[in-house]
């Protein structure tokens, strides 16, 4: 009796609504009623993340380009339309390209020993306790100073070249890296430790495949926020001594543009440095994510 009420209740909901009809199936013997909704053109967009967020930016620069319109003064701030102009016209003429291919080149460096150095580190900590209190002190003590105050010693130590840029670089992405996969270690379950020695797994295996992919979530964190801090750190530090090897990055390129008062140019570096991060988040570091953890099922 209950069902039958149930089937009709069903029977009368889904007559009166157009966008939901049934179709039957049969499986097993039994007769089965699927529902169907078709999704609006609006709903089908919106689940497209790419979309949502470029929707965001056309906002970000329409409030730009009213707010530089409304104060109007290229000086203190550029519209968006003088400032893509500006970035265009440079990119056009190669300055841009080769400012930004001169930074990537020392930010890559820089970074993969960061990463280097940050693997060890964290090796030598899950080896052993001593290695664990080293490593936790160092953190402690160089995690918190910023790379752009070593920018001195650098200076006196490795003078005006990349081999400065490059140790500020190690600076900032070392410990970051090095902590997040060092907690990332730590937290791996003793459930799924035991998984791993019920299996034989020993040594590296052990550590490649049941460490790293359980902490890999926090390895992945220290590695974007290694790369946000090292390129900070780059741009300020170009800022600061600009040229290296007979050739300047974007920092120096928004520095150059600064003293000759091209404040549209200026903008044009900027937004250069923010559309590279873009790139790398959404294509290199989503590329990783969805490769690795979302593949694995460790997604926290």
């Given at each position: 009796m209950s069902e039958a009420i149930a089937i009709d209740f069903s029977q009368r909901a889904t007559s009166k609504r157009a966008e939901i009809f049934n179709k039957d199936v049969e499986g097993g013997g039994e007769e089965l009623t699927v529902i169907n909704q078709?999704?609006?053109?609006?709903?089908?967009?919106?689940?497209?993340?790419?979309?949502?967020?470029?929707?965001?930016?056309?906002?970000?620069?329409?409030?730009?380009?009213?707010?530089?319109?409304?104060?109007?003064?290229e000086l203190l701030f550029p519209t968006f339309t003088a400032t893509a102009s500006?970035?265009?016209?440079?990119?056009?003429n190669g300055t841009l390209l080769a400012a930004a291919w001169v930074s990537l080149k020392v930010l890559l460096m820089g970074y993969a020993i960061g990463i280097g150095l940050a693997a060890v580190l964290t090796a030598v900590a899950i080896a052993s306790r001593i290695g664990t209190d080293f490593l936790e002190t160092m953190t402690s003590m160089f995690n918190p100073l910023p790379a752009i105050a070593l920018l001195p010693l650098a200076l006196i130590w490795f003078g005006l070249g990349n081999a400065s840029l490059i140790f500020v670089l190690v600076h900032s992405v070392t410990w970051?890296?090095?902590?997040?996969?060092?907690?990332?270690?730590?937290?791996?379950?003793?459930?799924?430790?035991?998984?791993?020695?019920?299996?034989?797994?020993?040594?590296?295996?052990?550590?490649?495949?049941?460490?790293?992919?359980?902490?890999?979530?926090?390895?992945?964190?220290?590695?974007?926020?290694g790369w946000a801090?090292?390129?900070?750190?780059?741009?300020?530090?170009?800022?600061?001594?600009?040229v290296s090897s007979g050739s300047g990055g974007l920092g120096w390129f928004i520095?150059?543009?600064?003293?000759?008062?091209?404040?549209?140019?200026?903008?044009?570096?900027?937004?250069?440095v923010i559309l590279i991060g873009l790139v790398v988040e959404n294509l290199v570091f989503r590329t990783i994510e969805r490769r690795t953890i979302q593949r694995w099922g460790v997604q926290h």
């Open positions: 078709k999704l609006s053109t609006f709903e089908v967009l919106y689940r497209e993340p790419a979309l949502r967020k470029l929707v965001i930016l056309v906002v970000l620069a329409c409030i730009w380009e009213i707010y530089g319109r409304t104060l109007n003064n500006a970035f265009f016209s440079s990119l056009i970051a890296i090095a902590l997040n996969t060092h907690s990332g270690f730590l937290g791996v379950s003793k459930t799924l430790k035991m998984v791993g020695r019920n299996y034989g797994l020993k040594g590296f295996a052990f550590i490649t495949k049941i460490l790293i992919p359980a902490a890999f979530p926090s390895i992945l964190t220290g590695l974007k926020i801090f090292a390129w900070r750190t780059l741009i300020a530090a170009e800022l600061v001594f600009g520095f150059e543009n600064k003293n000759m008062l091209d404040i549209p140019m200026v903008f044009a570096g900027l937004l250069t």
